[in-house]
């Protein structure tokens, strides 16, 4: 049985930990169980208040990334050629990194300096916020991330629609009777952007009450356990357009909502010009079944639809976005409980007006003219050519933050050479990567068990609103030390203040942990003490004590005053952008496909992987061999057989991998998982089959999705091979 823990321990303390998962929004319970300093086991956190018991493989799973012997403990200052180091204090580290950046923003200014911030470390609650205000302490504004490999879509439908590029819509699965899930696989991705541990449990639960449709071009393990609808990759444009434009020719809309909605009318004008005929040929579901689907979601009790990263990756993936948004506004189920709401945090004081953010476009990027998602996020793909073209503004000085950009993003090879022409590049990673073995200097980091955190980061978007806070488990081993160490003391050499100083209260410390600031937040939000005016208010502290499981902030997300949190005028969400009509004309001029390159290659994402960075934990991945699925009639046609080893190639690039015959997915398509192809400091990992597919991705800007600059890493045309 597992062990159970009542109240917090210092950390290091012998006995049971009260932690959290911080690997996916899921953000499950943990208990950790500490021995003579160490920590000797992980196991699901029983009372935890929404996890209830609930947890994958992974979250134990960072206790081999904890004691990793590959894993990185002492600053590295490299000495050769890629992958080469010697250990180094900190004090020489830092010293030699400031002087390196001064003499940077000396001879080509603030704007020279970018940072990329990725996993391991994404999940923590301030750290996206610490690199972005250290840039913005520069005068940079060259901040990078996954959002363009993985969600940007979903944030530029919520920025045009709704007005708030961060706070996305989420089914209420607690209420919801019919959930159409596109290019999502929760049962290994755990419902990617909403909070609830339990999906598997939730999804059960609608099932019974009414359907849950699952659509994606493989039958995936979500899929196999509920409705599956077969579609072509990249092809959920056309099938949702057919959708919205039967409900408009069928009067399946509703008329109440619509009056609450600006610009539908136009969105009814972009459609209507659609044929039903052509959507199946292009998305590979028959005319009579779209229509069905339509109705069944129109005519439901309660119903939303969910779209994830399948969805946010292809040639139309901020169409399928906005259309997913359309689908649940004209319907009535936008605000509806059990239909598709908008959360809010514990850290936004309702009180405050909103933040005004530049109007979409206004902003672009250097390299490829692309607009900055949320007027703040460079197009991730443009990253290794903002350093390798020259100008005002090229990027000289980077620091790589968590994340391995060379198998995560687009044009591997450019971005070795790009990380191989600057003046500085410093990394913040657990390991020497295939990313940061070009660095000059890595820096020690923390696991999520050296941290302490709190989960509001994703609780915004959990349909039973929760909230947790956590210390460390353990002190950081060796000499990791928490990232905004590294900010405020490079800021400090720097000559200027600590990077969470927007938070320091009267009498508080100059420099604020992450933590403090987080309590300046909790304790102004709608949930906060108030600094003593609401005594029954939540504080840090309070959590920490009172509430080690995390406490019940509702029984369930207030649907209705999701209308309250649209930023758009009167509060009303809009359909009426240009953009929308103008990729809705894009998509009917498209191609239907490329003869030289016949099958669309798709990612998927495997239950013991976490993209590329716990591949080195044999334990988890022992039995995790990545094959190139390929349907039998595809598989026969080409002689090839299970096992057998096939080249994919297309004018990028070309890999050999091994082949895996399956009826699961779809005819004319093949998937290979991301985040595989290692070369690098890890030993296990190093010594691993698979091959890096993103080389097949294309890096040049006009081979993206012009309106959101997401990168194409669904529906790939390529060729495939027997060798």
């Known amino acids: 049985m597992a062990p159970t823990a009542t109240q917090p321990l210092p950390p290091g303390a012998d006995g049971a930990h009260i932690t959290y998962c911080r690997l996916c929004e899921a953000q499950c319970g943990l208990i950790a169980q500490v021995a003579d300093g160490h920590i000797v086991k992980v196991e699901p956190d029983r009372q935890h208040v929404t996890s209830e018991g609930h947890l994958c493989v992974k979250g134990p799973g960072m206790l081999h990334v904890t004691y990793d012997p590959d894993r990185v403990l002492t600053p590295l200052r490299r000495n050769g050629p890629p992958g080469s180091f010697e250990p180094v204090s900190w004090e020489e580290a830092m010293t030699d990194i400031a002087q390196r950046m001064q003499a940077v923003i000396d001879r080509h200014g603030g704007d020279s300096v970018g940072a990329y911030v990725g996993n391991p470390l994404a999940f923590a609650t301030q750290h996206h916020t610490m690199a972005r205000l250290f840039l913005m302490a520069l005068g940079s504004g060259k901040m990078y991330n996954a959002t363009h490999i993985d969600t940007g879509a979903k944030h530029l439908a919520s920025e045009l629609v709704f007005g708030h590029p961060f706070r996305y819509t989420f089914p209420d699965l607690e209420r919801c009777d019919f959930l159409l899930m596109l290019g999502a696989n929760p049962l290994v991705s755990h419902m990617s952007l909403i909070s609830e ?218 971005t070795r050479e790009a990380y191989e022409s600057l003046d500085l590049l410093v990394a913040l990673d657990l390991y020497v990567n295939e990313s940061t073995q070009y660095a000059h200097y890595i820096l020690p980091s923390t696991t999520f068990f050296e941290r302490a955190d709190i989960t509001d980061l994703w609780s915004p978007n959990a349909p039973r609103p929760w909230l947790q806070a956590v210390d460390r488990v353990i002190p950081p081993r060796g000499q990791a030390r928490d990232g905004v160490a590294f900010y405020n003391d490079l800021l400090q050499r720097l000559g200027r203040g600590p990077v969470l100083a927007p938070f320091k209260v009267p009498g508080g410390p100059e420099a604020p942990e992450p933590m403090q600031a987080a309590d300046v937040l909790l304790r102004t939000g709608q949930w906060g003490d108030r600094f003593g005016q609401r005594p ?39 359909l009426g952008h240009p953009l929308i009509a103008d990729e809705i004309q894009r998509l009917r001029n498209s191609p239907p496909g490329d003869p030289a390159h016949p ?125």
């Open 197 to 414: 541990p339990r999906a598997h449990k939730k999804l059960d639960e609608i099932a019974k009450r009414g359907a849950v449709v699952v659509v994606d071009p493989r039958r995936t393990e979500t899929a196999k356990r509920f409705e599956h609808v077969a579609v072509k990759p990249d092809s959920d444009a056309w099938l949702l357009g057919g959708m919205l434009k039967t409900l408009f020719d069928e009067a399946l809309v509703d008329t109440a909502a619509l009056q609450r909605i600006d610009g539908w009318q136009s969105l009814r004008d972009a459609v209507t010009p659609l044929s039903l005929d052509e959507a199946a040929s292009r998305c590979g579901v028959p005319a009579p079944q779209i229509r069905e689907l339509a109705r069944r979601f129109a005519r439901a009790r309660t119903a939303a639809a969910y779209g994830r990263v399948g969805t946010n990756r292809g040639n139309f993936s901020s169409l399928v976005s906005l259309f997913i948004e359309a689908l649940n506004l004209v319907t009535g189920r936008f605000g509806q409980a059990g239909g598709a709401v908008i959360g809010h945090s514990a850290f936004e004081n309702p009180e405050a007006p909103p933040m005004a953010l530049p109007a979409y476009g206004s902003l672009r990027s250097r390299v490829g003219n692309l607009p900055l998602l949320g007027a703040a996020t460079q197009p991730t793909g443009a990253m290794a050519g903002e350093m390798l073209t020259p100008g005002p503004g090229q990027i000289r000085a980077f620091i790589l933050d968590g994340g391995n950009p060379v198998l995560t993003v687009p044009g591997g090879d450019a």
């Open 536 to 574: 029954e208010g939540l504080t840090i502290e309070k959590l920490r004590t009172e509430h080690p499981h995390g406490i019940r902030l509702a029984e369930n997300v207030d649907a209705a005053a999701s209308w309250q949190r649209v930023r758009l005028p009167e509060q009303r969400p809009s």
């Open 599 to 723: 099958f669309k290659l798709f990612g998927r994402r495997k239950l013991r992987s976490m993209n590329s960075w716990m591949h080195n934990s044999e334990e988890l991945v022992r039995s995790d061999v990545p094959t190139l699925l390929v349907h039998p009639e595809d598989a026969q046609a080409l002689g090839i057989a299970s096992g057998q080893t096939v080249r994919v190639s297309n004018p990028r690039g070309r890999i050999e991998v091994m082949a895996e015959v399956s009826a699961d997915v779809i005819r004319g398509s093949v998937n290979y998982p991301h985040g595989w192809g290692h070369a690098a400091g890890w030993q296990h990992a190093n010594g691993l089959a698979g091959a890096n597919v993103n080389l097949l991705a294309s890096d040049d800007p006009k081979d993206w999705e012009a309106v959101s600059g997401m990168c194409l890493l669904d529906g790939i045309p390529v060729a495939v091979s027997a060798l």
